[in-house]
């Protein structure tokens, strides 16, 4: 077989190169993602459609035309691999200072549609799915999950002991993201990239557990089907907040990619309120006396047990005003579940 001389492919590298995005998303796509504290980044704010990741237009993210020497293939334009091209590879940060709170109220409802995204996520992943009547088509009583992480089934019922059954993931979890970046955001920033649908999948407790906050090169999906669009959603979320990688992780997800190389960045859209059937709340036995406010507690009755027994709840924030009297233990945007 001949050689092309190596200034013939550098060129044509080069050329390739031009063609690559240096975005992820569409005019559909999710709020804008968060600004960061230093001089280089722009700082959030409200969501403005000139830009989808927090670098100005004066500091834009590397690009690459090609995969890495070893690769025989120019990578296609637009595609997932083109993208981890792109990515900073450098080491991992110390994970010193970690917490969930640093990434905000968990279940923000960031696009402000009235609904928290835990139930966003659920209308959205979810088939079959009721909702409860009286909370404008966003709290989702039950449905049925097709879990992406390991291909199996799993029943949704709201309840006290039955809601975990089904959990919404950071496909880039929180703590990598802090280690690879995320340091560097502001609250806000922070806060928006932990509630960004790109970035979140409902899936089954067991695989959620699995996970953890590993990375690709410490743990794929067992369901071998969905590892091109799992590596691939990764790499769009990274590629949109300008995280680095790893070099196991490039590695790792450079071999995924290997046995599908046109796998395209995915897009996410707004997620629509409604949808699925509803079902009617018990009436209740009798109607509120006063209007709750913030720091006061239900008139009539002192716990949620109380409430519950007589038909009440549960109370989703933003659509039910009794959410204020009652404590929101897993601050999931709903009391008395």
Known sequence: MS???????????LLLAACQPTTVGSATAGPTPPGATTSSLVSPGRPTPSTDAPFSAATPPPTAATTDASSPTAVPPGSALAALATLPVKGRAPKTGYTRALFGQAWADVDRNGCDTRNDVLRRDLTRYVLKAGTNGCLVLSGTLKDPYSGTSVAFIRGAATSAAVQIDHVVALSDAWQKGAQQWTASGRTQFANDPLNLLAVGRRSNDAKSDGDAATWLPPNKVFRCAYVARQ??????????????????????????????LPTVGPIALGGGTTAQ??????????????????????????????????????????YAWYRDADHDGIACE
Do not use: M, N
């Open 235 to 264: 790499v769009a979320v990274k590629h949109r907040y300008h995280l680095w990688v790893t070099s196991a992780e490039k590695a790792a997800i450079g071999r995924v990619l290997a046995t599908c190389p046109t796998q395209k």
């Open 281 to 322: 709340s018990p009436t209740p036995t009798s109607a509120p006396t006063t209007a709750p406010s913030s720091g006061t507690t239900d008139p009539r009755f002192g716990t949620c047990k109380a409430a519950k027994a007589a038909g009440y709840g549960p109370y989703c924030r933003g659509t039910d005003p009794e």
């Open 3 to 13: 050689r092309q001389p190596v200034g013939v492919i550098a060129v044509a590298a």
